[in-house]
């Protein structure tokens, strides 16, 4: 049965267990034995053999004898003969819970219930002997792996080597030339100077340089001037908007979240402007890695450079830009697969290794076990996913603390006054006037304060309310019964959640006492977060809260027994919101309960003029005046701490079957030595720092090879994505650490090692390579000339824009609105479209809608926002031809580039050196020259008209676009 029962099985039965004549361990009757000839034999052979008898043992299970078959594999024993009905063979070929067998097509019921009769009989089968045993599969050593391969060696700084002839310009030329030299081969000549800058401009801003610096460029030869043109594109505002929109690729980075309805993913252009920003700035990259792995728990995070809130949450983003499913039918296994997505990203960006490989077994060919896949995985099921609300120039922080104050100044004035004990009997919420099921448990009462629980934002205080505790209600200071967890007892405009502790659903009802305004109580079960958009097979889990006085509202979870989940009390920032108790039950209704269910007492107006309390109405007006004024704050996609939780290992990814507990760590190859110890919350921050210690060589080696990569069209280790053993070795790796060594002295500065980079001969070299050199070296793996490169998508698409003086250079802000062609339809599909020329915006500001991404960026390459893209494809096919041709951009914005050629006064000639320096980075050939004057001739013989006539030239332009040297780099 394809994969049968792959799912069905233990580790492979020994050798010396079955390879013996194997007799029936029980006295099997004739008719038995002719039922298991006639019936199942055949039935085995024909569906299971093909995986599950001789060499072939998927999932460690063979079928071809009964010893194999009770033995079974990697799940168990395939037969339960005490218990026949629970045997795990007939659950895969019943399609059960936990398998489903064979793969392809279910049994027919006949046959299912000629292998139940079977079981029922004992599993009959005649004494035969045992089929040949295949040779065991080699045991999962990680040490000799992590001992052959050579990514996981320590970072060494190798000396320059300095017998490579001529003095090289920088040490990367020296290593370069080594390797030349032993296989002589010649390096091609220099690029030309007008090539150079071209190549330089697109790989620093992706923008074509202007006519005018190019003859600068070429009129001034001297050294020092590449470098000032290298520095003032390093500290132009558009480097950050070129080499961000690599990174969006690494992780997958979208604006919706896919499936059938795309729904919006909030704010996640947030995640792209602080990419944008920490490219500009040159963040460190460790600390960059550090901030998108735990960029919510640093001590003292990174400010927005302007609005000053908390910069460095916004890096946690990336952990939630991945597709979503919406009501999937099994939550568990949704979370699964969610949780695979995010590791395999964060493997691939910052360590270049496939741990998603190790899912559902030990890594098939790397030193990585499937219990490093699920220790990574604990560090996500112990996070969850939050709409961050940050403070906007820290206003929403001294509000908080202004009002604090002044809470706490009439709290005094509150409990010394004698009218206090009278208040607070009204609010009477003594535990003994609840009249629950006897096996209900109290969740929480807060009694234990927030103990365990997670609090974001400011709304709810650093406690549950106390005795004296008030709030501005009304405009009247009112008293708050004490023990309740209370969003508006300082301000009903400060944001806040609280979330609970991560706990099993082990009764089928919540019942929560609670009253508030404009806020919401959730449950999130699996970590399941879209119940608000599609709360089918979630229905109530999300409910408003709108009422001024306690009241109970349910919650029936019986769907998800068993299934791990936590509470969140939330509060944007619009009302408030008090929680007094949380209870799971076995009844559907709530409990009787003879508690008062006054959420607050308003102080009589008589009170407010006698001391000690007369002041609380001068403090109620301070604290709304506070209140009103409080910004909005900022909303952005980011992860947020939660209970630690250690997974299990899912026996064949399946996690209905578990297996082995799997503590959260780094991977066992780098962290062997490291003793065992519990980490606070999900532990992403230990793990952040764990990263960056001596013995994790990849952190630095990925991102050197990938800057190397797009600087040279090919990374030193080619496979960008792939360290391990699936991908390509480094062609250079002395290179390779001599730079990743460098990275880390310079303070992981990206652009000091771009800098680096650029300023060699080897960057320098001309795409035309001495003809010996090529035979030798084909595809270029020693560099002994430059890369040909195309540009991307985005860069084709924001030259056309430049080139037609459309180009709007604002930087950040919310993405432009998609352009819809007639062909984009389906669900989920805007409302509205966006304009044709994106407002002008560079392409890395056009909405990415996972469901309707732009035809222009698709037809060159652009990936699918799926998993971690390091290194687009590159292709030539004749829908880039046929876009270049035909799409209405491309005419409306070569249109507007003629308007300009037209309106500058020159002559004919002038205008197409100008058009070939803008368009190509130098100017014409003689032949192109006396070619393009003819065009121009016979353009405007055919239209009537003469050589101004703006469509005559829009036909120039859209000619020279769809010139091969228009979309590659020379």
Same mark, same amino acid.
């Not at 050579?150 to 490579?164: E, G």
């Not at 010394?416 to 929480?444: I, K």
């Not at 432009?816 to 966006?834: C, N, W, Y």
């Given at each position: 049965m394809l994969l049968l029962l792959a799912a069905v099985a233990g580790w492979p039965t020994p050798a010396a267990e079955l390879n013996v004549t194997v007799a029936a361990d029980r006295a099997f009757s004739a008719e038995q034995l002719e039922f298991f000839e006639r019936h199942i034999r055949p039935l085995l052979a024909t569906h299971c053999f093909e995986c599950h008898a001789g060499e072939n043992q998927e999932g460690g299970l063979r079928l071809d004898s009964r010893a194999a078959v009770l033995a079974g594999g990697d799940s168990g024993p395939a037969l339960d003969l005490q218990q026949p009905a629970a045997s795990l063979l007939l659950d895969a070929v019943r399609y059960g819970d936990i398998y489903q067998m064979p793969p392809t097509e279910q049994l027919p019921a006949e046959q299912v219930k000629l292998l139940e009769e079977w079981i029922a009989q004992g599993a009959p089968w005649p004494p035969e002997a045992a089929p040949a045993i295949a040779a065991a599969k080699p045991a999962f050593d990680l040490q000799?792996?992590?001992?052959?391969?050579?990514?996981?060696?320590?970072?060494?700084?190798?000396?320059?080597?300095?017998?490579?002839?001529?003095?090289?310009?920088?040490?990367i030329d020296a290593f370069l030339l080594a390797k030349l030299n032993d296989a002589k081969l010649v390096r091609a000549e220099l690029a030309d100077r007008g090539a150079l800058l071209r190549r330089t401009s697109f790989d620093l801003v992706g923008l074509p340089p202007t006519p005018a610096e190019i003859h600068e460029f070429e009129n001034d030869p001297s050294p020092q001037t590449r470098e000032r043109i290298i520095d003032r594109l390093l500290a132009s505002p558009h480097f950050g908007e070129r080499w961000a929109?690599?990174?969006?690729?690494?992780?997958?980075?979208?604006?919706?979240?896919?499936?059938?309805?795309?729904?919006?993913?909030?704010?996640?252009?947030?995640?792209?402007?602080?990419?944008?920003?920490?490219?500009?700035?040159?963040?460190?990259?460790?600390?960059?890695?550090?901030?998108?792995i735990a960029g919510d728990l640093l001590e003292e995070p990174r400010r927005h450079p302007t609005e000053r809130f908390n910069e460095s949450i916004l890096a946690t983003g990336f952990w939630y830009l991945g597709e979503a499913v919406h009501a999937p039918v099994d939550a568990r296994a949704d979370q699964a697969t969610r949780l695979e997505n995010q590791v395999d990203v964060f493997s691939k960006a910052f360590l270049g290794l496939t741990v998603a490989c190790a899912r559902c077994h030990d890594h098939k060919f790397d030193a990585i076990s499937t219990k490093d896949y699920y220790a990574l995985a604990g560090y996500l099921a112990s996070s969850h996913q939050q709409v961050a609300r940050l403070d906007p120039? $820290? &206003? !929403?922080?001294?509000?908080? #603390?202004?009002?604090?104050?002044?809470?706490?100044?009439?709290?005094? +004035?509150?409990? /010394?006054?004698?009218?206090?004990?009278?208040?607070? $009997? &009204? !609010?009477?919420?003594?535990? #003994?006037?609840?009249?629950?099921?006897?096996?209900?448990?109290?969740? +929480?009462?807060? /009694?234990?304060?927030?103990?365990?629980?997670?609090?974001?934002?400011?709304?709810?205080?650093?406690a549950p309310t106390k005795p004296g505790d008030w709030r501005v209600r009304a405009a009247q200071p009112a008293i708050l019964a004490p023990g309740v967890a209370h969003s508006g007892r300082f301000a009903e405009r400060l944001p806040g959640v609280l979330r609970s502790p991560t706990f099993t659903i082990e009764k089928p009802h919540l019942h929560y006492r609670v009253a508030g305004r404009q806020s919401k109580v959730r449950l999130i079960v699996d970590g399941y977060a879209m119940d608000p958009f599609t709360p089918q097979l979630f229905e109530g889990f999300t409910f408003e809260v709108d009422g001024d006085e306690f009241q109970w509202r349910s919650q029936d979870a019986s769907r998800y027994l068993g299934h791990r989940a936590h509470l969140e009390f939330v509060d944007a920032g619009a009302g408030w919101l008090a929680v007094n108790e949380v209870r799971f039950s076995e009844n559907k209704q709530p409990p009787a309960d003879n508690r008062s269910k006054l959420e607050s007492m308003p102080v009589p107006d008589w009170a407010l003029q006698s001391e000690p309390i007369a002041g609380l109405t001068s403090l109620a007006q301070s604290m709304r005046s506070i209140d009103e004024l409080l910004p909005d704050p900022v909303a952005a996609v980011a992860i947020g701490d939660g209970s630690g939780e250690h997974l299990r290992v899912h026996i064949r990814g399946n996690y209905k079957t578990p297996g082995e507990l799997a503590r959260r760590r780094l991977l066992e190859a780098i962290t062997a030595d490291d003793p065992p110890h519990e980490m606070p919350g999900s532990g992403r921050l230990e793990l952040a720092e764990r990263m960056f210690r001596e013995d994790n060589p990849f952190v630095a080696r990925v991102m050197v090879n990938r800057i190397w990569f797009h600087l040279m069209g090919r990374g030193l280790v080619p496979t960008v994505d792939n360290f391990g053993a699936l991908g390509e070795p480094p062609s250079h790796p002395e290179l390779l650490d001599y730079l990743a060594a460098r990275f880390i002295e310079e303070g992981w500065s990206i652009k000091r090692l771009i800098r680096e980079i650029m300023l060699s001969d080897a960057y320098q070299r001309s795409t035309v390579g001495v003809p010996a050199s090529e035979i030798a070296?084909?595809?270029?793996?020693?560099?002994?000339?430059?890369?040909?490169?195309?540009?991307?998508?985005?860069?084709?698409?924001?030259?056309?824009?430049?080139?037609?003086?459309?180009?709007?250079?604002?930087?950040?802000?919310?993405?432009?609105?998609?352009?819809?062609?007639?062909?984009?339809?389906?669900?989920?599909?805007?409302?509205?479209?966006?304009?044709?020329?994106?407002?002008?915006?560079?392409?890395?500001y056009l909405e990415v809608r996972r469901n309707f991404l732009a035809p222009f960026l698709l037809a060159f390459d652009m990936p699918a926002p799926a998993t971690c893209v390091g290194q687009r494809n590159a292709s030539n096919v004749p829908a880039q031809a046929l876009t270049l041709l035909n799409d209405p951009l491309v005419l409306e914005l070569c249109g507007r580039w003629a308007e300009r050629i037209v309106a500058e006064p020159s002559s004919t000639d002038g205008r197409i050196r100008e058009l070939y320096l803008t368009a190509f980075g130098r100017e014409p050939m003689p032949a192109e020259a006396t070619a393009a004057n003819e065009f121009v001739l016979q353009q405007s013989a055919e239209r009537g008209t003469n050589d101004n006539d703006e469509q005559v030239w829009a036909d120039l332009c859209h000619v020279l676009v769809n010139v091969k040297e228009f979309i590659y780099l020379r």
């Open positions: 000799a792996r992590k001992a052959s391969h050579w990514a996981w060696r320590p970072i060494v700084k190798p000396a320059t080597p300095t017998d490579v002839g001529a003095a090289p310009a920088s040490p929109r690599h990174w969006l690729d690494v992780v997958r980075y979208a604006e919706t979240l896919g499936h059938e309805s795309d729904f919006p993913l909030t704010e996640a252009w947030r995640y792209r402007d602080y990419v944008i920003r920490a490219f500009n700035a040159d963040l460190p990259y460790d600390q960059f890695v550090r901030e998108h120039n $820290g &206003e !929403l922080e001294a509000g908080a #603390a202004r009002l604090a104050e002044l809470h706490a100044a009439g709290r005094e +004035a509150i409990v /010394s006054a004698a009218l206090f004990s009278q208040l607070e $009997g &009204e !609010l009477h919420h003594a535990d #003994a006037d609840v009249h629950g099921d006897p096996s209900e448990q109290v969740f +929480a009462d807060f /009694s234990g304060g927030f103990e365990h629980w997670f609090r974001t934002g400011w709304a709810f205080g650093d070296d084909p595809q270029n793996r020693l560099l002994h000339r430059a890369n040909v490169r195309r540009l991307e998508g985005e860069a084709i698409r924001d030259a056309l824009l430049c080139n037609s003086g459309r180009l709007d250079r604002t930087l950040l802000g919310p993405p432009v609105p998609i352009h819809l062609s007639p062909f984009m339809d389906g669900r989920g599909k805007p409302a509205t479209s966006g304009p044709l020329d994106g407002a002008g915006r560079r392409s890395i």
